[in-house]
């Protein structure tokens, strides 16, 4: 994780964190976005230099926090000894079990944040950061994937593929949304058969099984000496 920026302020120290948490708990109390950066920092006693010394502006404040939530679930994992020997399919399912329960943890803020406004492509503007690291994650495991299958023509394309899984965490971000089980059971009941139908396709490989196939038939029809 990015090393946290710090400033003080009035013998306090200000990080990106404390403002982060300050926000959301700001939002929570209040039941609505400040206003102005002025009142915000006025009311958590920073300065505005604090502030813009670690965001731009609310919008991107937000986009961090779920940068935030990303990041913080990688570290949770890669501070398991036994993440790294977990098959692609073990990585994904402890990253989206780890990130719903720091979503879970954070829930009303999320739900606040998500329903602000009517217009749904507004909301998911602040997921912004987190697409664009969640994508990134499954790229690598999908290239991992890839240097397995033996033929190019089998490989699978990455974009297109961290594209579906990006489409598979707003469908499970929805679900968990709208979960009233106990304990969020059924959005974990989600996360396995949606990961389960995703990896199926990733580790699926006809073709492949086709042209071994092929090779065979070839080697003992036609070249039965080879």
């Known amino acids: 994780m990015p090393a946290v920026k710090k400033t003080t302020s009035k013998n306090k120290t200000v990080t990106s964190t404390s403002i982060i948490s300050a926000y959301m708990e700001y939002v929570l109390d209040q039941g609505v976005h400040p206003?102005?950066?002025?009142?915000?920092?006025?009311?958590?006693?920073?300065?505005?230099?604090?502030?813009?010394?670690?965001?731009?502006?609310?919008?991107?404040?937000?986009?961090?926090?779920?940068?935030?939530?990303?990041?913080?679930?990688?570290?949770?994992?890669?501070?398991?000894?036994?993440?790294?020997?977990?098959s692609n399919k073990e990585k994904m399912l402890s990253y989206f079990f780890t990130?719903?329960?720091?979503?879970?943890?954070?829930?009303?803020?999320?739900?606040?944040?998500?329903?602000?406004?009517?217009?749904?492509?507004?909301?998911?503007?602040?997921?912004k950061g987190l697409r664009i690291h969640q994508k990134e994650f499954t790229k690598h495991l999908i290239e991992v994937s890839n240097e397995e299958k033996k033929y190019k023509i089998t490989k699978n394309p990455t974009n297109l593929f961290s594209e579906g899984a990006w489409i598979q965490f707003l469908f499970l971000l929805k679900y968990w949304m709208n979960d009233?089980?106990?304990?969020?059971?059924?959005?974990?009941?989600?996360?396995?058969?949606?990961?389960k139908v995703i990896f199926d396709v990733f580790e699926t490989t006809p073709l492949e099984s086709i042209i071994d196939f092929g090779k065979f038939i070839f080697k003992e029809k036609f070249a039965p000496n080879i």
Request: net charge negative.
């Open 35 to 86: 206003h102005t950066v002025y009142k915000f920092c006025k009311e958590i006693k920073i300065t505005e230099t604090n502030f813009y010394d670690h965001f731009g502006s609310f919008d991107n404040l937000k986009m961090s926090i779920w940068s935030t939530f990303h990041l913080n679930t990688i570290n949770v994992l890669e501070a398991s000894k036994e993440f790294a020997a977990y």
């Open 99 to 127: 990130l719903f329960e720091l979503l879970t943890a954070n829930r009303s803020y999320v739900l606040y944040s998500i329903d602000e406004h009517k217009n749904m492509l507004q909301n998911l503007k602040q997921l």
């Open 180 to 195: 009233n089980s106990a304990s969020f059971e059924k959005t974990d009941i989600a996360i396995e058969k949606s990961v």
